[in-house]
């Protein structure tokens, strides 16, 4: 059970081909260790058209003010990963013990798009995976920090993982965001115990509890989140389903609770030449970018009436020549983040839009190496009553990355 290979190489868009150099010892007890990951580095240039407030300052907007150009030496959507990982089986049962360990090169630098740390004395080492797993033929569960579920699969089968995508500002904090708020939400990695039916079939389902997390006004947490996913796969056809619901509350003698929820899904068709994936979300509550991130207008009280919509969707296309290590991919996709109802019963109604198109030529230079080179247009747009500002960005990227 190689995760590594689920979250950074089989899902993509079936052109790369995983490294067979990893690690792998073989212990007296019957257990065996492996170790596996991957590092990345991406030449990155960016220069945001709009230097005043809105819409850099829109709710929901992504794209920073600009004014002039800045380059940054960075990780790229991927982060290097060093996955360890020991499993065995006792009796009928399968165990499993995960860490990975997601660092990246550059050193963290300010919110200014064009202020980068005079000294460095140190990169963001970012501990995305501590999990165990419990399995056999009824299935299995998982219990720690893991990916969730909700989306899950959009950004999986994002081409981006290879690659740049969207720059979240080019600060050089942590990674890129590759179509995070232009096309989904994050799923983020989070604690969860999920459970997931056998795996090997044409179906699969999972369904998990979920670490609950703020939406402010709405700070209390009682219960935990639920997460579900459904998978479809069969021949070249892969098609999927999630969903997600979570109720907090404002706390205090005059408690008011409000549930957010949303549905995700997506389907690909995939050769060894060619592949199309088409997805999108939908959501009240959710936030936009990160999830519940302006979820709410922060009214206390007014229940659903206070969760600000958001929704979005991907439509892509790769294309590798027969016998040729190039692929050449490009896509699409929106996110939105809409006022709520007291918003729009106040004259307060508002859109912002976030887009992205990005195309890219990758290269697998070795069963191990690849080259990347990628250009990514993207696009804030804040749609008030007022009328409508955009700030636009070019970004081209070079990089390379090593899976081992």
Not at 370 to 384: I, L, P, Q, R, S
Request: aromatic share 12%; glycine share 14%.
């Amino acid at each position: 059970m190689k995760r590594i290979a689920l979250l950074c190489l089989g899902l993509a868009f079936g052109a790369v081909t995983a490294a067979q150099a990893q690690l792998t010892m073989q212990m007296s007890n019957g257990w065996s260790f492996t170790f596996a990951g991957n590092v990345n580095a991406f030449f990155v240039y960016e220069n945001p058209s709009d230097n005043s407030s809105p819409p850099s300052n829109a709710i929901g907007g992504i794209l920073p003010a600009g004014g002039s150009g800045s380059s940054n030496i960075r990780t790229g959507l991927l982060p290097a990963f060093a996955v360890f990982e020991a499993k065995g089986k006792e009796g009928e049962t399968d165990l499993l013990v995960h860490f990975g360990f997601a660092p990246q090169i550059q050193c963290g630098t300010t919110n200014s798009v064009n202020s980068q740390n005079h000294d460095c004395f140190g990169a963001q080492i970012d501990m995305r995976q501590v999990f165990l797993t419990v399995g056999g033929t009824w299935g299995q569960i998982l219990a720690g920090r893991e990916l969730g579920l909700y989306g899950r699969q959009n950004i999986l089968t994002d081409q981006t993982l290879f690659g740049v995508g969207a720059t979240g500002g080019n600060t050089g904090q942590g990674t890129t965001l590759g179509r995070i708020g232009f096309g989904y939400i994050y799923p983020q990695f989070k604690a969860q115990m999920t459970y997931s039916s056998p795996a090997g079939r044409p179906t699969q389902i999972s369904i998990g509890l979920f670490q609950p997390a703020t939406n402010p006004p709405y700070n209390q947490v009682e219960t935990p989140r639920v997460e579900a996913e459904f998978v479809y796969s069969q021949s070249n056809v892969k098609a999927w389903l999630g969903g997600l619901a979570q109720n907090n509350k404002t706390g205090g003698t005059s408690s008011n609770s409000a549930t957010s929820w949303g549905g995700s899904g997506g389907i690909r068709y995939g050769t060894s030449t060619f592949s199309v994936t088409g997805s999108g979300y939908y959501g009240r509550g959710l936030g936009t970018t990160l999830l519940f991130l302006d979820g709410t207008d922060g009214t206390s009280g007014s229940g659903s009436d206070g969760l600000r919509k958001s929704y979005g969707f991907i439509g892509q296309i790769t294309v590798t020549p027969p016998n040729s290590k190039v692929t050449l991919a490009g896509d699409f996709g929106s996110s939105y983040l809409q006022s709520s109802n007291n918003e729009d019963a106040a004259s307060a109604s508002f859109k912002t839009e976030n887009t992205l198109i990005s195309g890219g030529i990758y290269y697998q230079a070795t069963k191990s190496l690849k080259v990347v080179a990628e250009g990514n247009y993207a696009w804030t747009k804040e749609h008030e009553e007022s009328g409508v500002d955009k700030n636009k960005s070019f970004a081209p990227a070079f990089g390379l990355m090593l899976f081992f």
